[in-house]
């Protein structure tokens, strides 16, 4: 019969692992900090970041993709309004070529310089 041992410690295996400030990290996130950023004021790699807190980074990339196009749908609106309900003819026209197409019609046209003579004086010597 084999006897086991008793008391045995066991050492890691691998790199000590570095403490992770969960809050202070979260708070970066909230403050809209990039993961390179945050990387560099934790001082954890940026893998240890996304993997840590990849749900929440992904979730305020959804987040900032919203809000955007609602800024985008409001600026819209208040472009067409101000085109619209106040006649302001620059917003036509600018909403003429960015949502119809419009062009502004480019008219070239070809001036002819009148020739010049160099006559070369050379008082009677060759």
């Avoid at 004021?41 to 900032?64: C, E, H, V, W, Y």
Wanted: aromatic share 2%.
């Amino acid at each position: 019969m084999q006897k086991k041992a008793k008391n045995i410690v066991k050492k890691p295996l691998g790199r000590p692992k570095k403490k992770l400030d969960r809050k202070l990290v979260n708070e970066l996130i909230d403050d809209q900090l990039s993961i390179r950023a945050i990387a560099e004021i934790t001082n954890i790699p940026k893998t240890t970041i996304q993997r840590s807190f990849g749900t929440k980074l992904r979730k305020r990339k959804s987040d900032a993709i919203k809000a955007r196009v609602k800024k985008r749908i409001k600026l819209k609106d208040a472009q067409w309004d101000l085109a619209i309900k106040d006649k302001n003819p620059i917003m036509m026209i600018w909403l003429g070529k960015n949502e119809l197409g419009q062009t502004d019609k480019i008219e070239t046209t070809e001036n002819k310089l009148s020739q010049l003579r160099i006559i070369e004086h050379t008082n009677g010597k060759t």
